[in-house]
DNA sequence: GTCGTAGTTGAGGTG
DNA sequence: GCACCTCAACTACGA
């Protein structure tokens, strides 16, 4: 009997460069089933609105058509449960020889894969596994880090070099095996769907479970219906390998732009088109390949030659970005998505931590919930997510985020700080469960590590160096066009006053059409703009003078201190008075619906002057124990 | 161990 | 419009 090959694509939605497709099909099989496994961790446990699954769907439809234009007899063939209690099954009632898919690091999918790999091994069945996810294997990267997870891309880049070279893209197969026979005479297991923290999104029972084989029986790709959506997806951004190789070339096609990149030099502020180049989503979903992307844009500045930028600015410099966050979280491992138990995450005492209760997932919580030790600190947070701060540049990025999912690196970079560490003091898990629920390109891994990098709790340390929603925006949009494609209600405003509504006199505001009041967070009322949510310039030296005290403190997440709650007195004994749970009445919250009420009026008393020469007030700070960093 | 310097992407000013 | 400086000051790395 000749190999029987299941080949499990997972986040690796593509033909192109797949290291593990190769394998697969090294092995000459006579019978190669492609499939793709519902798992219900996806489903239930990742916050995902309509317009990440619409961007999954679309990659999933686009490998099955170029599958089928292989050969007619195959496809993308889609199976409805959870892959830890299906493959038992098939295994058997297939007659499988060799099960091949693409390593993944992620914490959810290590526990998966071991659990797979565990009942390929009792079945009798070949496992065999490559890494195309990123440049290098991160777990390698690891190894030659010392073990340690890479902090920085000095670091990255020392363990690539010891690696050696990024391999070159594989051509995809001009031709597929027919797939095998694929009897389904076994039961189903359906997973339990809570807790479902997607329910907000359905609003039909979802039928992702209900046949094995799909509806119709014909394994075909699941349709938004299917998951209980039945609202639409707003994002114009589509997915698909298809898509994503005509985009690559459109890119590399102008020399000059893909070889001079450099990513802080271009605008957050830039639509139709964004100034970079929209590809992160696909090699989310692995419908591009790192590797294929590393290499046209290396081949093209070697062919470039001088005026060509270089890491960690250029094209190249991205993705080992991407890389020195995989190989972080594949050092660190669950706790990297969260302070609680990470040595390389300083402790700051955030409002609005995350819950930490016996959740079942490896690291006791669950996305979303969380103490609210702070009414107003939560108000922020709401407002904040809503796109309704009063502080246009904030409120346009966050409106395109919920709308697009996607945003620029540099407009991320302000919203991230402003939540944090400049301005509403509110913990970076809440920031990047928001961004975990609306980015077509979230990547558990990049996500983390950009919020910690944002809250300066790691990677990044200089926490005086803060964003103003002011004048950061203006520094690349002076007359504000990208707030009047995001922020209706200010569209007719005078340029003088786009980022600054509050500022203008009300003969300006009538001009324009606009008023400025309340709070936005209640009935949308056409023709106002809420006011800022609070003074800027009052809350960012509050911030910094908070992060200088906790940064003296010096505490990281797997401190017994941090654990055991005995922190507090620390940061009391500092006269800190900007933390968590000081506020009284620790009500419980979880969701967006108790928001506050809090009159018409300015929220807390704004005062329309800006905020010059921001001192630290320094604290007694010489008391306290510095701890010695983690090595 | 000490010191100098570099670090993807701040703000605000000057020339 | 752009390059450069200062502000006040973080960590990591290599010599």
Excluded at 281 to 297: D, E, I, N, V
Excluded at 540 to 555: E, F, P, Q, V
Aim: neutral net charge.
């Amino acid at each position: 009997m000749g190999n029987r090959v299941i080949y499990w694509f997972r986040t690796d939605l593509r033909l192109h460069d797949s290291p593990a497709l190769k394998a697969a099909l090294d092995l000459h099989p006579d019978a190669l089933w492609p499939i793709f496994t519902w798992d219900p961790h996806y489903v239930y446990r990742v916050k995902g609105g309509v317009n990440r699954w619409q961007y999954l769907l679309d990659c999933q439809a686009d490998l099955s058509r170029s599958i089928q234009k292989l050969n007619p007899k195959s496809k993308l063939f889609v199976l409805r449960e959870a892959p830890q209690t299906l493959f038992p099954k098939i295994f058997k009632a297939w007659n499988v020889t060799h099960l091949v898919f693409e390593k993944d690091t992620d914490v959810y999918a290590r526990e998966r894969d071991s659990a797979v790999v565990a009942s390929a091994e009792e079945a009798g069945v070949q496992v065999i596994t490559r890494y195309g996810r990123t440049l290098w294997d991160s777990d390698e990267l690891v190894a030659k880090n010392g073990g340690k997870p890479t902090m920085s891309i000095t670091q990255l880049q020392a363990a690539g070099r010891k690696i050696g070279g990024i391999p070159r893209p594989i051509p995809a197969p001009r031709h597929l095996p027919d797939p095998g026979e694929m009897p389904v005479s076994f039961g189903q297991d359906k997973p339990g769907a809570s807790p479902d923290i997607n329910a907000p999104y359905r609003s039909t029972p979802d039928e992702c479970y209900s046949h094995i084989a799909g509806p119709a029986g014909k394994f075909a790709v699941a349709s938004l219906e299917e998951l209980g959506f039945s609202v639409s997806a707003t994002t114009p951004h589509r997915g698909g390998e298809t898509i994503a190789l005509e985009r690559l070339q459109e890119i590399f096609s102008d020399e000059k732009y893909a070889a001079t990149f450099q990513k802080p030099k271009t605008s957050p502020a830039a639509f139709e088109p964004q100034s970079t180049t929209l590809l992160s989503p696909f090699l989310h979903f692995g419908a591009l390949s790192p590797r294929l992307f590393y290499w046209h844009a290396q081949d093209l500045v070697e062919k470039y030659g001088e005026g060509a930028s270089t890491p960690p600015e250029s094209l190249t410099g991205q993705l080992l970005f991407r890389d020195m966050y995989f190989a972080a979280q594949a050092a660190i491992g669950p706790s990297f998505a969260q302070t609680l138990g990470n040595g390389h995450c300083r402790f700051i005492p955030w409002h609005l931590p995350s819950k930490v209760e016996p959740t079942g997932l490896a690291n006791n919580t669950i996305a979303g919930r969380y103490h609210v030790d702070s009414p107003q600190a939560d108000r922020w947070f709401q407002r904040w997510k809503a796109g309704v701060t009063g502080f246009p540049f904030v409120d346009a990025l966050m409106r395109q985020l919920r709308a697009e999912g996607w945003i620029h690196h540099l407009g991320r970079h302000m919203v991230a700080c402003f939540l944090t560490r400049g301005g509403c003091y509110v913990h970076w898990e809440r920031g990047a469960d928001v961004f975990e629920e609306f980015l077509l390109d979230h990547e558990p891994a990049c996500n983390a590590g950009n919020w910690q990098w944002l809250s300066c709790t790691a990677f990044y340390s200089q926490y005086y160096r803060c964003y103003s929603p002011v004048a950061f925006g203006q520094k690349w949009d002076k007359t504000g066009e990208f707030i009047r494609r995001w922020v209706p209600e200010l569209k007719d405003l005078d340029e003088k006053f786009i980022y600054e509504p509050w500022t203008a006199n009300q003969a300006v505001l009538d001009k324009a059409g606009v008023r400025v009041e309340g709070d936005g967070l209640r009935e949308k009322r056409d023709g106002v703009y809420p006011s800022p949510m609070f003074d800027f310039g009052e809350r960012r030296r509050a911030c910094l003078a908070a992060m200088k005290r906790a940064y003296s403190i010096g505490l990281y997440g797997d401190d017994e201190r941090v654990e055991d709650g005995t922190w507090k007195e620390l940061f009391e004994r500092a006269g800190e008075t900007e933390m968590e749970g000081l506020d009284a009445g620790d009500a419980d919250g979880e969701h967006a619906d108790d928001v506050g009420d809090h009159g018409d009026g300015t929220e807390d008393g704004i005062r329309h002057k800006k905020a010059r020469n921001p001192v630290v007030k320094e604290g007694p700070m010489d008391k306290h124990v510095k701890k010695k960093r983690k090595t």
